[in-house]
C-alpha cells in the first residue's frame, strides 16, 4: 500500500463530495479509485 499517495486522493474526495473537485483531477481521481480499496471505502464513509 501506499499510504502516502493515498492523503492527497483523500483530500480530492472530500473536494468531490462538496462538488469543489478541479475537473482536471477528476480523472485522476477515478483512475485511483479503481485501484485502491481503501480510499473507495473513504469515498463510501464521506
Ligand atoms: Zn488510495
Do not use: K, W
Not at 11 to 21: G, K, T, V, W
Request: charged share 15%; hydrophobic share 50%.
Amino acid at each position: 500500500m501506499n499510504a502516502g499517495s493515498c492523503s492527497a486522493f483523500e483530500i480530492a474526495i472530500e473536494q468531490r463530495f462538496h462538488d469543489a473537485l478541479p475537473a482536471g483531477e477528476g480523472a485522476a481521481l477515478d483512475e485511483h479509485l479503481a485501484t485502491c480499496a481503501s480510499c473507495v471505502a473513504y469515498l463510501a464513509s464521506a
